[in-house]
């Protein structure tokens, strides 16, 4: 392994390659590629690389760049792309059918505001706009994370029992443009951790017919198929820590992540970077005498619901953090976490949307509200300047 000083972005790019390179003995590596800020530098970094086997295709548009992975994947290739925000929901019929197809591929997402008005900034309702369409979908908080996440999503997506495409998210520029000591493995480690695809429906020498029509039951048996497959993901993914763990050294973050949860009293929930923050300002409270804990949601999909109630469960004040707003109804993260949160006072802050920063005195404020209610209110959108 080797340390070196990546930007997110170029983080993804290189396990890309690494993880390319190791299905270089079978059908090899591919996938298509559209810049938009503020992705472009991973993809920029993935053309650079020499890969010996595959190309990486550079096409007219998002819809494209997925629809060339499609391709790829269905003859049996390993592959990647990234996009951001309104790329991704150009992407987005295609975004659904490499899933309804059952195709690992990877794709690296920077969150990124949707717009208009156009906004470059961070935010996490692109992704989750995708939340229906039977991705994985992991939510990284440093770059160490989505380097290891880029590698082990391919173990977890070409998993007989799973068999996926998988979502690396990553907040746009706190990550994405952000340098960092970044511990990448070795050819050869990955060459170890990561088995040849060998897609049991890939395209090869025979005619087929791939998306044809479907009639109502065979649509209804295809349907339960992918959600057993989604349902498998947790064991799975417990399995990929083990083997991860053993190749490379250090074990990747649980589905959920708790902090100072022991004897906690208040907790708050978030994704991404704004956890780190969070920890600060847990550890402030604990210092005042408060029984403050904190869990970071990394894998949001499948919902990580049985976590979620054991580790909430009797919990007497919750704050969602959620940097995404679904207009009518609130936070996405809390539209979906209260269901499992049946007792005590469960409250959404929206805030940081647009990319504002999360600063340590706008969780204090968000402590300090929570801590005087009697009862949860609407959602409410916190503005931070």
Not at 44 to 65: D, F, N, P, T, Y
Not at 166 to 173: G, K, L, Y
Request: net charge negative; glycine share 8%; proline share 5%.
């Amino acid at each position: 392994m080797t340390i070196e000083l990546l930007s997110a972005n170029h983080a993804s790019a290189l396990a890309a390659t690494l993880a390319g390179r190791a299905n270089r003995s079978a059908r090899g590596f591919g996938g298509g590629v559209y810049p938009i800020t503020p992705q472009s530098e991973c993809i920029e970094m993935l053309c650079k690389q020499s890969i010996e086997k595959g190309a990486v295709v550079r096409v007219e548009s998002e819809h494209s760049a997925m629809g060339v992975c499609i391709g790829m994947a269905l003859g049996g290739a390993r592959s990647f792309t990234a996009s951001s925000s309104n790329g991704l929901a150009y992407m987005a019929e295609n975004v659904f059918a490499a899933a309804f197809y059952r195709l690992p591929i990877v794709m690296m997402a920077v969150n990124r505001t949707l717009g208009p008005p156009w906004n470059i900034w961070v935010d996490h309702g692109d992704t989750l706009m995708l939340r229906d369409a039977g991705w994985i979908q992991f939510y990284c908080e440093d770059n160490q994370e989505v380097a290891d996440t880029t590698l082990l999503a391919y173990r977890l997506a070409e998993h007989a029992q799973v068999l996926l495409p998988t979502m690396v998210c990553q907040d746009a520029f706190v990550l994405s443009h952000t340098m960092m000591p970044t511990d990448l493995p070795s050819q050869v480690e990955v060459d170890r951790f990561l088995p040849v695809l060998e897609l049991p429906h890939a395209v090869k020498n025979t005619a087929v017919t791939v998306g044809g029509l479907d009639f109502p039951h065979e649509t209804e048996v295809h349907r339960r198929e992918h959600h057993e497959a989604m349902l498998r993901v947790p064991e799975v993914y417990a399995e990929v820590q083990d083997v991860f763990t053993r190749h490379f050294g250090r074990r990747p973050a649980d589905r959920v992540v708790p902090y100072q949860m022991d004897d906690a009293e208040v907790v708050l929930v978030s994704m991404g970077t704004t956890a780190s923050t969070v920890r600060v300002v847990v550890d402030a409270a604990r210092a005042r005498g408060i029984k403050a804990g904190a869990l970071r949601v990394r894998m949001f999909r499948p919902f990580p619901e049985d976590l979620l109630h054991t580790w909430l469960r009797g919990r007497a004040r919750v704050a969602v953090l959620d940097r995404d707003i679904c207009p009518g109804l609130g936070g996405i993260l809390w539209s979906e976490l209260r269901g499992v949160k049946p007792d005590g006072i469960v409250q959404n802050y929206m805030l940081g949307l647009g990319g504002g920063d999360i600063r340590p005195q706008h969780l204090e404020a968000v402590l300090a509200d929570l801590l005087e209610r009697d009862e949860a209110s609407e959602p409410m959108i916190m503005e931070v300047a």
